[in-house]
């Protein structure tokens, strides 16, 4: 049966490449950023003109790029500029893309460097959804997972994210997106930076939600004389259901937005390139949650000290962890609030 439905995929995928649209190769983009680097570099002591007109750029709608739209000059970054500086000596002579560079790919290059502010507060966002499949899991086992007649593995709870997810799409597509249209008089509602704001805000609540209720199950070892004992408090486990469904919220608007932000603002040619970039925050913001945690642990246990987090979590202070967290969230959103301002969107010229 996985065969036939296999052979049938794969007949569905080769049916329609008739309708596919393919992309004209136009290059390494790194290869170009770095082209404009150099040759930056090797004019950094020439004078740029005060009429960017001046600046090397294709004629006519041509691009130096294959498929791609050429772009319009901005006054960020202009050292890069100096790269498409026309020198005498280069006069009818611009085969060298690493002494004479044009506009676009100035531009390309510029794009990438006013992105990579936003790009990098996608890493904190992900540290805090690692955490639905690590420290949300060890808080759960510590609280009581029967309900009912059933036994809840505290990992399953992090199908709570994927399913306010699958439901908060429609939601927002439905019911926020016309809302937000009549308020904002734009198109899609909220733009893709006023989207991943949302997520921001909305992935700090998760973590401060998931502090309260380690502050809550604290008490409860306590009173339940348990604080020595490495067992399960009598807390219910569903307690933790509305952090699971806050990162879930969260993921709806900054991990959408993200991508198609990365996709809207990239140059046409670096399309692929920079959705590959947005998913690289995925796994940087795990690698920065076990480095922070791993610091934490050796902070904290220094001068035989128990530590935010030991063994029994009963005798920890694992909220202390998650406000840790949640700070770190805040901080990266108002990181995120400043360099959304100050960024300026690509302007690109029609084929």
């Known amino acids: 049966r996985r065969a036939t439905l296999a052979i049938t995929h794969i ?9 596919y649209r393919f992309q004209i190769p136009g290059g390494s983009p790194l290869t170009r950023a770095c082209q404009v680097v150099v040759a930056a570099i ?15 750029e294709c004629h006519g709608k041509r ?18 500029d100096k790269s498409a500086v026309i020198l005498r000596s280069e006069c009818g ?3 060298n893309p690493w002494r004479l560079c044009t506009v676009t790919q100035i531009e390309e290059l510029k794009i990438l460097l006013r992105m990579f502010p936003i790009w990098a507060t996608g890493i904190v966002f992900f540290t805090v959804c690692a955490q639905n499949s690590s420290m949300f899991i060890e808080q759960g086992m510590a609280l009581n997972n029967q309900v009912g007649s059933f036994k809840i593995p505290p990992a399953t709870l ?17 019911f926020i997106v016309p809302i937000a249209r009549r308020l904002t008089g734009k198109e899609r509602g909220f733009s893709e930076l006023q989207r991943m704001g949302i997520g921001l805000f909305v992935s700090t609540i998760a973590m401060a939600v998931a502090a309260i209720v380690e502050i809550k199950r604290l008490e409860s070892a306590r009173s339940e004389d348990l604080v020595h004992q490495k067992v399960p408090v009598s807390m219910s486990i569903l307690w933790q259901a509305p952090q699971y469904l806050l990162i879930g919220v969260g993921e709806v608007f900054t991990s959408i937005g993200q991508a198609e932000f990365f996709y809207n603002q990239s140059p046409d040619s670096m399309r692929s390139l920079c959705s590959a970039f947005a998913l690289v925050t995925v796994s940087l913001g795990s690698y920065l949650s076990s480095f922070i945690l791993t610091l934490v642990s050796y902070l904290t246990t220094r001068g035989e000290e128990m530590g935010w987090i030991p063994d029994n979590l009963n005798e920890g202070h694992l909220d202390r962890f998650f406000w840790l967290i949640a700070g770190l969230s805040s901080l990266n959103l108002l ?17």
């Open 335 to 351: 990181a995120f609030l400043y360099f959304a301002q100050q960024y300026k969107c690509k302007k690109a010229s029609v084929l």
């Open 11 to 19: 007949g569905s995928f080769f049916l329609g490449s008739e309708v």
């Open 93 to 95: 002579d611009f085969h």
């Open 158 to 174: 992090s199908s709570l994210d994927v399913i306010s997810i699958v439901v908060w799409v429609p939601i927002y597509e439905r």
């Open 42 to 56: 090797y004019k950094r002591n020439v004078d740029l003109p005060v009429d960017s007109s001046l600046l090397y």
């Open 63 to 80: 691009s130096a790029i294959e498929g791609s739209r050429k772009l319009e000059h901005s006054s960020e970054f202009s050292f890069l």
